[in-house]
C-alpha cells in the first residue's frame, strides 16, 4: 500500500493556460474522488469514478473542468482556460465500494497568476 | 440534503489541557460521521468514524468522539493536548445506503493552536 500519490504537488500557470493534474489511488481501491479546498474552507465535492465509470458530478465542476480514468486505475484532472479563481488545493481521495472514510492524497496546490 | 457546522474557526488551548472541537450536522437519515486532521500543505488523515455501532467512537492519536442523536452532534474530544495536535480539524457527513456514493460533505474547519 503506498498510499495516493497526486502528481504535481504544486503548479503555477498564467491566467488562461491550460493544466492537467495526476491521481495513482490505491491499487485495489476502485471509487476515486475529487475534491478542490480553498483557502480557510473544508474540501468541496468535485466529482466521482467507480472504476472507470464517472457516476458524480458536482455543479462545481464547470465546463472548463474534466475528469477521466480510463483504464480505471490513475485519473486526470484537467482545468482549461485557467482562472485565478481555479487558485486552490486539488485533492484526490480512493476507497473499496463500502468502505467509510477514504485515503486521501497529499493534493495539488494550484495557484493562477 | 446534509450539511455540518463546526463551530468556531480557531480554538487555542494551552498543551496539557482538555481539546474540545464541536461540529453539529444536518441530515435527513442516519448519518455517517467523520473526523479528518490536516496538517499544513498535506491531505486529510481519517481520525475516526461513526458508522452506528457505538455512540462513543476512539480514534487515532488519542481522540475521540461522541454522537448524540438528540443534539445532532459529534463533538471531538481528547483529553490532554500535545503540540503535535496543532493542525486543522474537519468534521464531514456522508450518505448511507442505498444511496450511499461515499461522497462527504465537510465542515469549514477548525484550526486548533496547542500554546506550550
Known amino acids: 500500500d503506498t498510499g495516493v500519490s497526486q502528481d504535481p504537488r504544486h503548479k503555477i500557470t498564467k491566467r488562461g493556460q491550460n493544466v492537467t493534474f495526476r491521481c495513482d489511488p490505491i491499487s485495489e481501491h476502485n471509487r476515486l474522488y475529487w475534491y478542490r479546498q480553498t483557502l480557510g474552507q473544508g474540501p468541496e465535492f468535485l466529482t466521482y469514478?467507480?472504476?472507470?465509470?464517472?457516476?458524480?458530478k458536482s455543479r462545481l465542476l464547470s465546463d472548463r473542468f474534466s475528469a477521466e480514468r480510463p483504464k480505471g486505475s490513475f485519473s486526470t484532472l484537467e482545468i482549461q482556460r485557467t482562472e485565478q479563481g481555479d487558485s486552490a488545493m486539488y485533492l484526490c481521495a480512493s476507497s473499496l465500494p463500502g468502505q467509510l472514510g477514504y485515503t486521501f492524497g497529499s493534493g495539488t496546490r494550484l495557484t493562477v497568476v | 440534503a446534509q450539511s455540518v457546522t463546526q463551530l468556531g474557526s480557531h480554538v487555542s488551548v494551552s498543551e496539557g489541557a482538555l481539546v474540545l472541537l464541536r461540529c453539529n450536522y444536518s441530515s435527513s437519515v442516519p448519518p455517517y460521521l467523520f473526523w479528518y486532521v490536516q496538517y499544513p500543505n498535506q491531505g486529510l488523515q481519517l481520525l475516526l468514524k461513526?458508522?452506528?455501532?457505538?455512540?462513543l467512537v476512539k480514534g487515532i492519536n488519542g481522540f475521540e468522539a461522541e454522537f448524540k442523536k438528540s443534539e445532532t452532534s459529534f463533538h471531538l474530544t481528547k483529553p490532554s493536548a500535545h503540540m503535535s495536535d496543532a493542525a486543522e480539524y474537519f468534521c464531514?457527513?456522508?450518505?448511507?445506503?442505498?444511496?450511499?456514493?461515499?461522497?462527504?460533505?465537510f465542515g469549514q474547519g477548525t484550526t486548533l493552536q496547542v500554546k506550550p
Open positions: 469514478f467507480q472504476n472507470e465509470a464517472q457516476l458524480e
Open positions: 464531514a457527513v456522508s450518505d448511507r445506503p442505498p444511496g450511499n456514493t461515499g461522497k462527504l460533505i
Open positions: 461513526y458508522t452506528s455501532a457505538a455512540t
